[in-house]
């Protein structure tokens, strides 16, 4: 499957933002689906997961209650939407998609640039 993100931008503190994530290539119910990110000079984080229906989903704490991951299978689309953005919320988040959902993910896509300013 192949995935290509899109939605990040420049947004100030407090501000929420919606990404996106469209699969192409197979059947995109056939994956579980998580949402990455990576600062720079930092380790890429995982933020959450989707199972392959959307009726499942985990986040980090990190993001946990400020985050909601959801899938429109019918669209091949993930979504993360995060609420009150913060400066070290800035990072390329990535999407990526495994028929496990076990680490390490197969499929991975370019990722989409998010920049919090203060």
């Known amino acids: 499957v192949q995935l290509q993100a899109s939605g990040g931008g420049l947004v100030q503190t407090g501000d929420s933002l919606k990404v996106s994530c469209v699969g192409s290539g197979d059947t995109f119910s056939n994956y579980v689906m998580g949402w990455f990110r990576q600062a720079p000079g930092k380790e890429r984080e995982f933020l959450g997961s989707?199972?392959?229906?959307?009726?499942?989903?985990y986040y980090r704490d990190s993001v946990k209650g400020r985050s909601t991951i959801s899938r429109d299978n019918a669209k091949s689309t993930l979504y993360l939407q995060i609420h009150n953005l913060k400066p070290e919320d800035t990072a390329v988040y990535l999407c990526?998609?495994?028929?496990?959902?076990?680490?390490?993910?197969?499929?991975w896509g370019q990722g989409t640039q998010v920049t919090v300013s203060s």
């Open positions: 990526a998609a495994d028929q496990q959902g076990v680490w390490p993910y197969d499929y």
């Open positions: 989707i199972n392959w229906s959307g009726d499942s989903t």
